[in-house]
């Protein structure tokens, strides 16, 4: 249960601060709009780190916050197939929480922006150039990257990582994917951080919002699950474990 209140609380905070950004950046009459994509992408990856300590401090030790960095944990064997399903359901949930925290935070920002698309990507991430398979290949690389560089991490070979210091690595990781690789698609890398807020847009009361554009949804979801899978291949086949 711990566990779970850990994963549930981390997730939230990293929409919370991710989202966040997303809004501030975007939003008409906010004071960070225009602030650009590494802004973007640093707050993303300060979200990351924020939501790994929450986790950790509220019982959840790996303090994943993705579903696909929980597949890749269950496949060597850190989670049940229970444990990983009901991780995973928890994690969504609290993208929901955090992205209508954002709402609320930026309340009466959404009337004022017209743009339609840009609201929709505060909360969930959508292509530069709409081409599913060529998407799918994107976000599967950058989650292949985000779980396989986490491996390599925190394996054996490196040795033991101070106390304290793995949310600050993990952090950066994510701010270099986004930096390298988030141009094509946003670098969602993660079913919670995109499902849950794109619940949140569907199901919030925003101005204005239009489609909560379903027929993308599922790439960013399939693709950072298959990516998990994909490290975990090339692991073994590398004997990193």
């Known amino acids: 249960m711990d566990n779970l209140l850990g994963e549930f609380f981390g997730t939230m905070v990293l929409m919370v601060f991710g989202c966040g950004v997303c809004a501030c950046n975007t ?26 300590f929450t986790a950790t401090t509220l019982g959840a030790p790996q303090g994943d916050l993705n579903p696909a960095v929980t597949l890749g944990k269950t496949l060597i064997g850190l989670y049940t197939v229970p444990q990983f399903l009901a991780t995973s359901i928890v994690q969504v949930i609290g993208g929901i929480c955090g992205a209508a925290l954002v709402w609320l935070a930026y309340l009466p920002h959404w009337a004022e922006t017209e743009d339609k698309a840009a609201k929709l990507g505060i909360f969930c991430t959508a292509p530069a150039i709409r081409k599913y398979p060529l998407n799918f290949l994107c976000e599967m690389i950058a989650s292949f990257f985000l779980m396989f560089i986490i491996w390599m991490i925190f394996s054996k070979q490196v040795g033991v990582i101070p106390a304290g210091m793995g949310p600050y690595i993990v952090g950066i990781l994510v701010w270099a994917i986004g930096m390298s690789l988030g141009g094509p698609t946003g670098y969602a890398i993660n079913p919670a951080r ?16 239009g489609s909560s554009d379903w027929a ?14 994909v490290a975990y291949g090339v692991a073994v086949l590398l004997t990193v474990f």
């Open 27 to 52: 939003l008409t009459k906010s004071k960070g709009q225009g602030g650009g994509w590494i802004c973007i992408t640093a707050g993303w990856g300060f979200a990351v780190t924020l939501g790994v």
């Open 194 to 209: 995109d499902l849950g807020p794109r619940l949140a847009h569907f199901i919030l009361p925003i101005a204005e919002k």
């Open 216 to 229: 993308y949804a599922w790439v960013p979801v399939v693709a950072p699950l298959v990516g998990a899978v």
